[in-house]
Structure formats: C-alpha cells, structure tokens
C-alpha cells in the first residue's frame, strides 16, 4: 500500500510538471508569434495571439488547482514540496509572459499600414530573437533540472535590459527628429518594454529553477542595465 502511494505521489508531480512544461511551451510559441505579427503588421496572426493567451490562462488556473490539491493531500516535504512551490512560480510568470505577448499582438492592431521606422522594428526584431533564446533555454533548464543552464540565462538579463536602453534612446530621437512618428513609435515602445519584461521573466524562472534544484533561493544582485526613465534620458537634440 505504501509502495502503491509513494507511486501514486510521483505519477502526480511528474503529471503536474508536464503540465508546467506545454503551458511554457504555449507561452513561447505565443511570443514568437506576436513578433512575427510585428513584424509583418499581420492583423490576423495577432487577433489569433489575443485570442490564445485565454489557453494560457485556463492553464495556470489548473496547475494552481493540481498543486495546492497535492499539498493538502499528500503533505510533501524538501524536494517535493519545492517541486510544488517552483511550478507555482513559474505558472506566475508563463501567464505574464502570455500577457505580454497579448500586449504585443494589441500593438499590432494598433499600427498604421504606412510604416517608416524599419530600422528600429529591426531593433525590436533582434532583442526579441534574444529574448525567445533565453525563453527557450530556461525551459530547457526546467525540463532537465539543470542549475547552469538556468544560470546563464540569469547572467544575460543585463543584456536585454542594455538593447532596451538603446533602442530607447533611438526612438526617442527618432520621435524628435519628425513628430509626425511619435504615435507609431510609441506603439513600438510599448512592445519593446513587453519584450523587456518577458525577459525579465525568463530570469525569474531561471531563479525558480536554481532555487529548485540546490534549495536555497539565489541570492546575487541581479545584473541590471536599463535607465531609460524618463528623468534620465537627455532630451536635447
């Protein structure tokens, strides 16, 4: 009997973390295709995003239903309650990250067909490609458990933060330069920051994961780099 429970509890852990895995599956399929909705300023690929992130949603709401149902039946202890609490976490940020995405694909619907600014949508384009890497890795990371894996992901945050910066700065400029682009490159703000933000939650996944497997949470500063407060940026030309 006791054999049969143990069996059981693993059968549910392993269910639930398969349910972790296709929810971060969707979320990173979602993003992929609210930047090639971007991209090509494909109003129907971005209504299809919107129309997704509800999947996405369903799902967290069932993984939050399976692992605190766990919890109060079966009373796990170190690695298997960590397994619980770090699929509650991730859930967290896949819903975000699926949110974002919608952000994104709203943006689309929002943007005039006579677009001028194909440089800094190549911008966005390349900090989106960075971004999805790192999205891809750290659910590699999750899949196989692996510490290093979900650290290196973490050490690259400072890099998105850094494109973000930049591109920042250079629509910024670009809106100066010729008013007539400030409601369009405002579109391409917004979904540059969602973008930052997806990035930002990668590495809180890649936190979970570390926190996960050693047990103690990482407790390193995080590396930053984005200044792009209003405050901060000149606005001399």
Request: with cysteine.
């Amino acid at each position: 009997m006791t054999e049969h429970i143990v069996t059981a509890f693993e059968n549910e852990l392993k269910e639930l973390g398969r349910k972790v895995a296709e929810m971060g599956g969707r979320a990173e399929r979602l993003v992929a295709q609210s930047i090639d909705a971007l991209m090509k300023r494909d109003a129907t690929l971005a209504e299809r995003v919107i129309a997704e992130d509800k999947t996405i949603d369903a799902l967290q709401r069932e993984i939050e239903d399976d692992a605190i149902s766990i919890i109060a039946r079966r009373q796990p202890m170190a690695v298997d309650l960590r397994e619980l609490v770090s699929a509650l976490r991730m859930v967290n940020d896949l819903e975000r990250v699926g949110d974002h995405a919608k952000s994104i694909a709203k943006r689309v619907l929002a943007l005039e067909a006579d677009f001028h600014a194909q440089k800094q949508l190549r911008g966005v384009k390349h900090m989106a490609d960075i971004v999805l890497e790192q999205l891809k890795e750290v659910l590699d990371a999750y899949g196989a458990r692996d510490k290093q894996q979900a650290l290196a992901v973490w050490k690259r945050d400072g890099e998105v933060d850094a494109m973000y910066t930049s591109l920042f700065r250079e629509l910024l400029t670009y809106m100066m330069e010729d008013p007539r682009h400030i409601t369009l490159c405002t579109h391409l703000l917004f979904a540059a920051k969602n973008i930052e933000r997806i990035g930002d939650h990668a590495t809180n996944i890649a936190e979970t994961i570390y926190y996960l497997v050693v047990g103690e949470p990482l407790t390193d500063e995080r590396p930053k780099s984005d200044s792009t407060s209003f405050t901060k940026v000149s606005l001399k030309r």
